[in-house]
């Protein structure tokens, strides 16, 4: 069974920073692309930062240079760190894992929270 888990998340000030974490079983990790998506209330779900199983990143406009994704494929994780956050970060973050050969093969995590509040 196939189980993405983020943590991380929580109630951060603006201008502060959190790193998320996603932690992946029941795939050959290193074989898949990994990715952070978010999802704010009365919004589409966006692209936040990919990064493919080369270790190839991709962000959206909205986060580059605040936001870093990594991947240690050693312990199957991706992890997001975030510095400088503002309000408009508010939002569920989810985890996403998508097979490099086989975009078929694609999952996802429940999500987690992050607020940027005063």
């Known amino acids: 069974q196939v189980q993405l888990v983020e943590s991380g998340g929580g109630l951060v000030q603006p201008g502060g920073s959190l790193r998320l974490s996603c932690a992946a079983s029941?795939?050959?990790?290193?074989?898949?692309?990994m990715g952070w998506y978010r999802q704010a209330p009365g919004k589409q779900r966006e692209l936040v930062a990919t990064?493919?199983?080369?270790?190839?990143?991709n962000y959206a406009d909205s986060v580059k240079g605040r936001f870093t994704i990594s991947r240690d494929n050693a312990k199957n994780t991706v992890s997001l760190q975030m510095n400088s956050l503002k309000p408009d970060d508010t939002a569920v973050y989810s985890c996403?894992?998508?097979?490099?050969?086989?975009?078929?093969?694609?999952?996802w995590g429940q999500g987690t929270q992050v607020t940027v509040s005063s």
């Open positions: 990064i493919t199983r080369g270790g190839i990143t």
């Open positions: 029941g795939i050959s990790f290193s074989r898949y692309d």
């Open positions: 996403n894992a998508v097979f490099s050969t086989n975009p078929r093969l694609n999952y």
